[in-house]
């Protein structure tokens, strides 16, 4: 009898499914991981490509296994599969991740010997191999060349008198304008982005708002790049600020107060030391600038996120830098993306990529940069 | 005391949670319905933007909930929220889709009436209202010129006598030349796609195969784009199968055979029909041409996908049009899209969208063309 790890997704959304096959598939399909090998049951639609494609131990097909397991006393062809392969593995009991589909458990659980270990799909990606931290840095690679890119159309952007919007080529620099050209241009070196952000004034004071009309001078512009490198499934992520003319002191120094809290964080990196240290460290550092979360007329201001977030085949992975403790250890990837934020003054972010070596950590994206152009 | 609908999930992959909101977070959250009113719960980080941009009628702060629950006797968080919200509601039970997280429904079932409605949660967005038939056009018609476009660069593409490839501006024309151009030019368009598919030969077996490499002379090219129109979300759908230079007099059967399929499909639309036996009838149709269903050397040939799915809010939602039974109803938006495909000739695949009307139906893709360039 074995135990088996099983999850029922599309691996277009489940990169630890992708982890398994190294298969793109966007309609959810069964898979299985045994000690190490993995099992893969998929449709007619997606056999082939599998077959060929994929790093799957394993290949069935739905209807063939569907077939074999006539026999199984359940109305749902999906737990007439899994009831089928526990008998053919004989598999003593499945473990599941947390976001498991939870009808498909309901039925599994009054059949089968069925548990959680969220611990074990959230972490058996988070050390990061020689070879993934490689497509990482190429992906972090392409977000810096984007950023320089977007840098060089705003420096070459220029303002009117008569209004304070930037043109470039004699046109409005909008949001959406400068979105799309570094979108067309990672799509070009084989990254591909969703929701890149370009956000200014106001808009750029709501961390995860993506931007849109006419950038302005004298405020800030955030601009937040996240490709994911086809076909590898390894994503950069690199956030800068930049301000076009003339800042102003308050500007500077919320600024400065971002840049001064990254570099210290960094400089914080080592294994050992706990996430939520760091949180906490970033925390008191804005509150002891005055810049700590507050709510002002029902909206949150100042430092409203968390210092970061776990980087690879997702974009939102483990480990979170935030309120959650986790001990850091060699050969993570992390973002380190302290911001501050306020409702009249737009926000600042800046974010960079590291992996934690056995000493520090060594920064996988690298973009040093003049923030007023 | 009310009924409620639960979504705990990321609206950037759960259309159903968007279609509540109209809002887009990468990370997942918690919002309720009851009757006609929709309330999101949200973090620090996307409060002020969900507030200010979002359809909910009501917006609540994650950490003001938890604060406000902290009698709650349950450990996990986004419990204690939950079992707060019933209190605070009158809440005499939930109900979730058939993918709600497992282990959240696992501590929830314990403690409050928890039930499955799988057909809510399909069927809520299959009547799609004028506005989003509006959308739906729109994307279909951005991806109809993207076909137009890549049809122009390969129509202006020609052979080297040496060898098959395509070049195009003096360079061998590859998948990933011509897919990056599509892509961009949705992009360009504020159509954003992920995946398109351009595949030629032996990879356009493989319907779900993205293409790599050198596009080839006298070969099938199957082009399949599917942008996601920003910000409104609604998909568009179509493919085009083409080849450059001299059609073999299989390839010409293999072609004619799925187009005539694809006419006689969308003939038979309307209101009463129904979608199995519009499966039952491309199958039989294949068949009858001998075309059918067949696994040769362990890999599956012939009609081996269903005629088509949804098309909204997600790429791939209800009605499916395949082995289930669905009757056609007015306002259901769906793709049709019959495809052959075989190991050493390629693929064809031909696909548009249509609405089905009182009387019939009407495309809302239109891309007639020449497949022969």
């Known amino acids: 009898m074995v135990e088996a790890y099983l999850i029922y997704a599309s691996s277009d959304r489940e990169p630890n499914l992708f982890y398994w096959g190294h298969f793109r598939a966007p309609d959810p399909f069964l898979a299985l991981k045994i000690n190490e ?8 639609l997606e056999y082939g490509r ?28 999906c737990c007439k599969i899994i009831l089928h392969l526990q008998k053919a ?25 069925i548990k959680f270990d969220a611990v074990y799909f959230q972490t058996q990606r988070q050390f990061k191999s020689a070879s993934e931290v490689e497509q990482i840095k190429t992906a972090c690679q392409l977000t810096s060349q984007a950023i320089l890119y977007a840098r060089t159309i705003l420096k070459k ?32 070196k084989g990254g591909h982005c969703a929701g890149t952000i370009v956000s200014c004034s106001q808009q ?39 301000l076009k003319g003339v800042a ?8 400065l107060c971002v840049q001064a809290c990254q570099k210290e964080l960094i400089r914080r990196i080592r294994p050992g030391v706990n996430t939520k240290d760091l949180m906490q460290f970033a925390q008191n550092y804005f509150e ?18 968390s210092v970061g977030h ?49 000493t520090g950590c060594q920064l996988l994206s690298r973009c040093p940069y003049q923030w007023i152009l």
Request: hydrophobic share 35%; net charge neutral; with cysteine.
């Open 37 to 44: 090998k993995t099992i893969a049951v998929v449709s007619t």
């Open 50 to 77: 599998c077959k060929k494609g994929s790093t799957f131990s394993e290949v069935l097909l739905w209807s063939d296994v569907l077939q074999a397991a006539v026999d199984q006393a359940v109305e749902n062809n």
């Open 89 to 113: 593995y004989q598999i003593s009991s499945f473990t599941i991740p947390d976001d498991f589909p939870a009808h498909l458990y309901e039925t599994l659980r009054k059949l089968v010997p």
């Open 157 to 188: 952007s220029c303002t009117d008198t008569s209004q304070p919007f930037l043109y470039y080529r004699r046109k409005v620099l909008t949001s959406e304008r400068l979105r799309s050209a570094i979108e067309c241009y990672c799509l070009k």
């Open 204 to 242: 750029a004071a709501d961390p995860h708002c993506e931007g849109t009309g006419p950038l302005r001078a004298n405020e800030f512009i955030v601009i937040d790049v996240f490709p994911q490198l086809n076909p590898s499934g390894y994503y950069g992520d690199m956030t800068r600020t930049f």
């Open 248 to 255: 102003s002191l308050r500007q500077k120094r919320l600024f």
């Open 288 to 305: 002891q600038k005055g810049f700590g979360l507050r709510k002002t007329k029902g909206i949150c201001e100042g430092f409203i996120h």
């Open 310 to 358: 776990g980087l690879g085949l997702g974009l939102h992975e483990y480990p979170s830098v935030g309120i959650n403790s986790v001990l850091l250890e060699p050969n993570m990837v992390f973002t380190v993306e302290p911001g501050l934020y306020f409702h009249e003054l737009g926000g600042v972010r800046i974010e960079d990529v590291v992996q934690v070596t056995s």
